[in-house]
């Protein structure tokens, strides 16, 4: 009994995920990667379904041939055009070396094609496309020459899809990376491992390109494709592989015409029919994100490997070991404080690990009434009053309203990531807005950007909150790059009618603001402000003044609140989501950065009440390079009322059974906590003090009940 399978005729990927990158899109994250990075990048995109559509099935492709006087009929599957990275409407054909090529094919039961296998394909296509040659030259080997030729082949391509839709089965685009021989025989010198290349034929059907291994493994031309095909085969009407017909003498002339010329001595064999590939230790694309969530509700945290099979993964809380969490994604259920934690990946094969870098969970017990929000999912402009300042006089800066981040690069210790939903966001939602300054002429000059909310002012006790994302050219502290250092800003109490930034020609500034770069390149990352209706803002400067712990990113206290191991620069909140707040509250302003009060003092100044204010500024005349990195990113902004009142903000059963209630009460108040199973008859089964952050209060008896109902009433 035959221990084979038959074909599936469709590609081995599972579906194209919501929100991954588009072929131009991809092109752009991968241009400036090493070799090694982008190759890893490919893998992990065509690992999780980024291929279009009309790739996933795959065509037969049947032909016959007598050999040693017996005929037989083979039928393979071939993908109907070179493997491509995105979507149907926006596809890029990806040239790649034979070790990815190999190595995809092993993960999904496919092998590249020979020489004849490509001209079999080529007799069968539909649509055969003339070949676009681009002259030689030392760029040929990059991504933007792949990018150029992509576009001349997608423009050509769609010059037939009236007649031939996508999915046809094309040929003419590419050279082929194929099987052979040559993989090991009559090598060049100098070549010990070469890549084998075959075809790109004239619409004559001749090949530009004869079987040819000059080119070292790690070689890949915009020219090159690589056309998958699927490993089981039928021979005869039998199930059967493409290995073992090329490796059998009474068989491999169905797929091969190699010979002595090639280095085999039976007509067609191909003894080793593959490229041979070293293990590949593990690689994390995709780092798990910080989530805040109320209590309750659900994280789940995701991370994407690349590596050989088996790839084992073991998730890690605040550096232990959790016991069963060994899949792709962890899922924290019905979260609790005693969750919040940071949350690792420790990803494992035969041939090594990797760690993922650590995502924070944030249980949000400190809710309060919202009195304005915006998370910027749509154009709100309209809704916004905008500013800006530059100290030549030329508007030099970008505000991108609903901005899509996610699939936005970023370098983190010279790898690679995208930038991942804010920690107040779903899954999936990456829009933002987006500010720059100093990036859109070449001309070096200290510029910024505020905007203010139409028709909102705020007065007495109020908190302003959003997400912040600092995004800077360079590794830790900007180092190769130049013009790395940029500040985000936000405030309390303006007018609205002033551009407020760090000049010193102002002739009115106003409010109550506070400040910090991304990459710790400034004598002072952190600092404070104060508005001058009569001139340039006051920057504050020492702890009494301004009630900042410390200004600079070496001070303990920051490099603590930003630590490597989730910071590229350590002290500073550069490349990863930070979450700010800016509180007023009994005349006291509190400036907090995740979760940590970095400046505090009493307002003694006049700006009591007024509008929020949101900026972006370039204190430094040079121009961060490359520029399009230096930016800042905002995003769930909302305005929450702290005027003391007492409420419950969220209720959980816990795994116990127990019931945790969270409470917010004016501090020093005492409270008497009631439950009742009917709202007739109630009880006292507890006592608070309201305090100024959340009150946790748990009830043991809970257990005992099929229901119950709370409630607060204060004490005399």
């Not at 070790?99 to 539909?126: H, V, Y």
């Not at 089965?169 to 010198?189: C, E, M, Q, R, W």
């Not at 592989?241 to 010329?261: C, F, I, Q, R």
Request: charged share 10%; proline share 8%.
């Amino acid at each position: 009994m035959s221990g084979h399978v038959a074909p599936s005729q469709t590609l081995n990927v599972p579906p194209r995920p919501v929100g991954a990158p588009t072929g131009i899109q991809f092109t752009n994250i991968i241009t400036p990667m090493s070799l090694t990075e982008r190759e890893n990048w490919i893998y992990a995109q065509v690992i999780s379904g980024n291929v279009p559509n009309f790739l996933r099935q795959l065509l037969p492709i049947t032909v016959s041939a007598t050999i040693n006087g017996t005929p037989h009929t083979a039928t393979y599957y071939a993908a109907p055009d070179y493997l491509a990275i995105g979507s149907d409407a926006d596809y890029f054909l990806e040239p790649m070396t034979p070790i990815l090529a190999q190595r995809l094919c092993d993960r999904l039961g496919c092998t590249p094609p020979t020489r004849k296998m490509s001209n079999q394909i080529w007799t069968n296509a539909s649509v055969k496309l003339a070949p676009q040659p681009i002259p030689p030259s030392a760029d040929m080997i990059t991504v933007p020459v792949f990018a150029y030729h992509n576009s001349l082949v997608w423009t050509q391509r769609m010059s037939y899809t009236n007649s031939y839709p996508l999915g046809a089965l094309t040929a003419g685009d590419k050279k082929d990376v194929v099987i052979s021989t040559l993989i090991y025989s009559n090598l060049h010198t100098g070549v010990p491992s070469p890549v084998v290349i075959y075809g790109w034929h004239y619409q004559t059907g001749v090949p530009i390109q004869p079987l040819y291994n000059g080119h070292e493994s790690t070689y890949a031309d915009y020219s090159h494709g690589v056309r998958l095909v699927q490993n089981v085969m039928t021979v005869d009407g039998s199930p059967n592989t493409v290995t073992n017909v090329l490796t059998n003498p009474n068989l491999a002339a169905l797929l091969s015409d190699e010979g002595p010329s090639e280095g085999t001595t039976s007509s067609g064999v191909i003894l080793l029919p593959r490229y041979t590939v070293a293990a590949m230790a593990p690689a994390i694309i995709t780092h798990p994100r910080s989530q805040s969530i109320l209590p309750g509700a659900s994280a789940v945290f995701t991370s994407l490997a690349v590596g050989d099979a088996p790839l084992g993964y073991l998730w890690q809380s605040n550096g232990i070991s959790l016991a069963g969490a060994t899949n792709a994604s962890l899922i924290i259920s019905n979260a609790q404080i005693v969750n919040a934690a940071n949350y690792s990946v420790l990803a494992t094969n035969p041939a090594g690990s990797a760690s993922s870098r650590p995502a924070w969970l944030r249980i949000k017990t400190n809710i309060h009434p919202t009195l304005f929000a915006d998370n910027f999912d749509a154009d709100s402009s309209a809704n916004w009053n905008l500013f800006w300042g530059a100290a030549n006089g030329i508007p030099d800066y970008t505000a991108d309203w609903a901005f899509d981040h996610g699939a936005i690069p970023y370098t983190f210790n010279g790898l690679t990531s995208l930038i991942p939903p804010a920690p107040n966001s779903p899954d999936g939602s990456s829009r933002a807005i987006r500010f720059s300054a100093n990036k859109n002429d070449l001309t070096a000059a200290t510029a910024a950007v505020n905007i203010y909310p139409k028709g909102q002012t705020f007065s007495n006790n109020f908190a302003l909150k959003f997400d912040l994302w600092i995004n800077y050219p360079g590794n830790a502290g900007g180092i190769n790059s130049t013009g790395s250092t940029e500040f985000a800003a936000c405030g309390i109490n303006h007018t609205g009618t002033e551009v407020n930034w760090s000049t010193t020609s102002a002739s009115a500034s106003d409010g109550i603001w506070f400040s910090t770069d991304g990459d710790g390149g400034a004598a002072n990352d952190y600092r404070a402000w104060l508005g001058n209706s009569s001139g340039p803002p006051t920057d504050l400067t020492g702890t009494a003044a301004s009630g900042l712990v410390a200004s600079n990113h070496s001070a303990s206290v920051f490099q603590t609140l930003f630590p490597t191991s989730r910071f590229e620069t350590a002290g500073a909140p550069g490349k990863s989501w930070i979450e700010v707040e800016l509180r007023q509250t009994n005349n006291t302003v509190i400036w907090l950065l995740d979760g940590t009060i970095v400046a505090q003092r009493t307002n003694s100044s006049a700006w009591r009440s007024g509008k929020i204010m949101l900026a972006y500024m370039d204190p430094f005349a040079s121009i961060g390079n490359p520029p399009q990195y230096g930016f800042g990113l905002f995003d769930n902004v909302r305005v929450e009322d702290l005027t003391p009142t007492f409420h419950f903000t969220s209720a959980a059963v816990l795994t116990n059974g127990q019931t945790q209630l969270i409470f917010s009460g004016v501090p020093g108040q005492p409270y008497n906590i009631e439950a009742s199973t009917n709202f007739l008859s109630w009880q006292t089964i507890g006592a608070v003090t309201g305090a100024a952050t959340s009150v946790t209060f748990t009830d043991p008896a809970a257990t005992n009940f099929p229901w119950r109902f709370y409630r607060a009433k204060q004490a005399p």
